[in-house]
């Protein structure tokens, strides 16, 4: 949008909506969960339920008028329009003039999705036909390394979105009953981060003959990942030759070209597409091929198919009882109209221990944005900063600040089953019983505090009344699981998929772009320059700042070449 177009776009903070919730927000400051969490009739319309997933909003700082309002919010922002636009295929990723489908990565067969008037379904399908095949091969043995040896383990080199899902997804399934019975025998191990530590605890114990390496990229030329995959390149064939290549690196990526150059057998390239953004992969073969090494296709089709359960239930759902649109109009509510920039996520199942890092991503990359997607500066923030650790260990590090400094809206996720149950004689309860109390407990501790009388009636010291006082009215939502499984997984990640595109929406800004990566990156490539010329033409640090200049010298005098 040129400049004189963007000026005429109409801020959705200029509506009546908005300043309806602005005006809305003294009443609810007035308000205490304590009072809220006692009207029945509120109860019931907040616990909400979708295949099994029970979200209960009721600990929100919100009443049925700040939904209604919030619906207008949503009407005025065009809500309903831009859900169908994304389902549609439509270019809402308007600065890369894109479509936005990860949906159509977890589609049945029959259904029709389209981008540039073309279904994407079959083609989706084309490749996980592939990587069964391909995991299967490599799974019964059939598909062997170099020197005949079946593959058992799989190095995935790849960061960000090209890492974070996969493993979020890994450490999910790790455990499970039945995928781990599937698993068995055979080990996934990531590689990410540049930094050579990473490469040699990513291969720690690894022997070249049984790994078969999966370079996973979007682009096929992140600067970390490409450095990592010629690390690995150069450490198999220094043990197994230069042949050895195309049987023991494969890779992810929407660029094939590149895939070719580095010298992978482009039969053992798996696709995906420009709509897919890196963030939102997980569900194509970024994650689906080495989840499906480990764990075997149908266990990952079941986790497809729990996402899809929810991307239905999110495009035909009324707002009412549409899980991620109710939550994402109330983390809007909470960021923007209340004021808490932050999120804690807190899965008690350690299952769920990378759920957290993951939204990261997908949270933050997302929807940290300045501007609209007409390209006009925003007069309110958007984006949450988002954090989390499992329960109970998040309790025992940084819920202090939770329970008495700043409010921090909190998501608690439980599961109702355990992974591992363990039932040991003699105990009160259960270890994952003694886990879900504190889940339970959490939540209400946040929300109705402890007064001065009643520390009184207690007999605690006055001196210390101040100090045990707990204010309450901190929001939080929960969130029960069944269980941890792979259909349950992928309904957890399209519930936070789409909520984080639920606020995106409603601050009007383009979730799907990441220009923000960007000045790093090129910043990064000059230093890369210097390095390399001062160690190897003794060039002299120039054209920096005093400060880099400074520390950047005193590296390349003191680092070992
Ligand atoms: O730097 C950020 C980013 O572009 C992410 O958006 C992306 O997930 C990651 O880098 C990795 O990119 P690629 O898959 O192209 O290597």
Redesign the pocket.
Known sequence: MDSEAASKAVLISNSEAWQDLKNHVTEINNTHLRDLLSDEERLKSFIIEHDGVVVDFSRQRATKETLTKLFSLAKEAKLKEKIDKLFAGDHINATENRSVLHVALRAPRDVVITSEGKNVVPDVWNVLDKIKVFSNKIREGSLVGATGKPLTDVVAI?????FLGPLFVHTALKTEPKASELAKGRKLHFLANVDPIDVVRALDGLKQETTLVVV???????AE?MLNARTLRTWITAALGQGAVSKHMVAVSTNLKLVKDFGINPENAFTFWDWV???YSVCSAVGVLPLSIQYGFDTVNRFLQGAWSVDEHFRTTPFDKNLPVLLGLLSVWNVTFLGFPARAILPYCQALEKLAPHIQ?VSM?SNGKGVSIEGVQLPYETGEIDFGEPGTNGQHSFYQLIHQGRVIPCDFIGVIESQQPIYLKGEVVSNHDELMSNFFAQADALAYGKTSDELRAEGVPEKLIPHKTFKGNRPSVSILLKNVTPFTVGQLLAIYEHRVAVQGFLWGINSFD?WG?ELG?VLASRVRAQINASHTKGKAVEGFNYSTTTLLTRYLKESIQ
């Open positions: 790849g960061i960000g979105g090209s996973v990229s979007k682009t096929f030329t992140t990942t953004g890196g963030r991503q990359e990441q990566v990156k």
